[in-house]
């Protein structure tokens, strides 16, 4: 499957190319040069073919015209006043790159996404232009001609940045300190249009994203701007699967029944399309699973919002997007100890295999669904319910999975929490209270469920507790803002009272 150019981008490009622009005006008050003119009208408004001829054969003229040279600005410098030759100069070397070159898609085994003819008008102009001492130069500044995410002068140049910069990884996926810094500015731009509330301007971003996606060194950078670049991505996933980062994982990891969705159905008012190079993206980044994979777990619970993903969106190209991406997180060795108690806290294991009772046709589909089974697999059966809560403790990110509310899971395990390891548990529990969690106040609720159940199964170990400081940590929560926390804090601090008077 290849990505069509968003509509929204095409719809502003075609109305640009369709306006008259009074080029001799433009000649005379020296906005533009006579040979600068000479070499816009060569090519515009006519055949493809012709177009192609025309800049083939000076292909440095119009890397001067596009871009400078050491004694000349490039027309969108000189014409900077002019906002409708900005404009059409922007159309014009976009439609001279015109390959959507984020339609070669890095990896042709997954979704479909099988490299397509890339339709560049004139293919060596960008291999010229990529040989300019600096060719990201004159579009980089453009990219903050306005704050308004509608204006149409950043769009376009976003667009013909892109497509450079995905030149330039196809020509050699070595970095540089230029290219670097047009992807760092390029990706706080695009930034501006996934927090827009339009879908039009979302999906551009999103789309040219995926362009961008190709080799490690801008995945590397796209998660070092994470904050900015994937953090809006996930709230529309969140928005998508109807529940926000601070509800309780519960509700999603609560069954492993799959129901079909469709577009209309949507949460958020998001598109199937959206939704859809939104997963594109995450999976794209997923190849740096070593880099990334414990880090947005932590800061994302990713495991869980893709479980519920996954139970609403069961149609074969979302589930592979889905899967796929699951499956590389987990690869790397270094994330397994961390991510397998997670996926498995997020029910991934009956949700396998749920889906592997579905009529699925596509063979990498197929295979990363065997892959995740098996993985999953081993680990579940070497594991017993005190691991799994240890593994969730451990991971310092708490969720209201069975072990917490289950009374014989505490009656049996108790002691064994206080006495494993020297005491890690108890220690580690002492640190989540600890923090705030201003972002995710269930945390708190769920470690003070814990502590009240450890001095009502263990009441002779609650000095080590005080020890610690929960105690007193546990009390200070009774005021908290969060009723939830107010109501287990109470609850732990009850079970403290019921030996009061034996201290």
């Known amino acids: 499957m290849s990505l069509d150019p968003p509509t929204y981008l095409s719809s502003l490009q075609n109305n640009i190319r369709a306006r008259p622009i009074p080029w001799d005006g433009a000649v005379r008050t020296g906005t533009i040069t006579d040979n600068d003119l000479k070499k816009i009208k060569a090519v515009d408004k006519v055949r493809k073919e012709q177009r192609r001829q025309t800049v083939e054969g000076d292909l440095q003229s119009y890397q ?12 969108l410098e000189s014409a900077a006043k002019r906002i409708d030759v900005v404009h059409y100069m922007l159309v014009l070397t976009g439609d001279l790159l015109n390959g959507m070159v984020l339609r070669d898609q890095l990896n042709s085994r997954m979704v479909h996404c ?6 560049i008008d004139v293919p060596g102009l960008a291999a010229v232009l990529l040989q300019h001492p600096d060719p990201y130069k004159p579009f980089i500044p453009l990219l903050s001609h306005s704050t308004n995410p509608e204006d149409t002068i950043p769009l376009l140049t976003s667009s013909v940045l892109a497509n450079l910069l995905s030149v330039a990884q196809l020509q050699s996926p070595k970095s540089s300190p230029k290219i670097d810094e047009a992807l760092t500015k390029l990706y706080k731009y695009l930034s501006t249009l996934t927090k827009s509330q339009d879908s039009g301007l ?3 971003a999103v789309q040219e994203y995926s362009a961008l996606l190709r080799t490690k060194k801008p995945r ?8 900015e670049t994937l953090n809006p991505l996930i709230d529309i996933l969140r928005a998508v699967a109807g529940a926000g980062k601070d509800s309780d994982s519960t509700v999603w990891s609560s069954g492993a029944s799959i129901r079909p969705n469709t577009e209309a159905g949507l949460g958020g008012g998001v598109g199937l399309q959206l939704l859809y190079h939104v997963l594109l993206v995450v999976w794209q980044l997923s190849f740096e699973g070593a880099l990334i994979g414990k880090g947005l777990e932590k800061e994302q619970e990713i495991f869980a919002l893709y479980a519920q993903l996954l139970r609403l969106f069961p149609q074969e190209k979302t589930t592979r997007l889905l899967l796929s991406t699951l499956l590389n997180l987990l690869s790397p060795s270094a994330n397994r100890a961390t991510l397998l108690p997670t996926a498995t806290t997020a029910r991934l294991p009956a949700l396998l295999s749920n889906l592997k009772g579905r009529h699925l046709t596509d ?18 059966s070497s594991q017993t319910t005190f691991d799994e809560y240890a593994s969730e403790v451990l991971n310092g990110r708490l969720r209201w999975s069975p072990p917490h509310r289950d009374g014989t899971f505490w009656r049996e395990n108790s002691r064994k929490i206080f006495d494993d390891s020297q005491g890690e548990l108890p220690k580690k529990l002492a640190e989540i209270l600890a923090k705030a969690w201003e972002d995710d106040k269930k945390v708190l609720a769920i470690a003070c469920n814990d502590v009240g159940w450890l001095v009502k199964e263990a009441p002779e170990k609650r000095v080590q507790l005080e020890k610690l400081g929960i105690k007193g940590r546990v009390m200070e929560l009774m005021t908290d803002a969060d009723e939830s926390v107010r109501w287990e804090s109470l609850r732990a601090v009850g079970e403290w009272l019921r030996y009061s008077f034996d201290d």
């Open 64 to 75: 001067l015209l596009i871009l400078g040279g050491e004694k000349s600005k490039s027309v």
């Open 114 to 119: 099988r490299p397509s003819n890339m339709r």
């Open 202 to 204: 979302q999906d551009i």
């Open 220 to 227: 590397e950078i796209f998660w070092g701007q994470r904050e």
């Open 363 to 380: 063979p990498d589909l197929l295979e990363d669904l065997q892959s995740l089974t098996d993985m999953l697999g081993e680990y579940t």
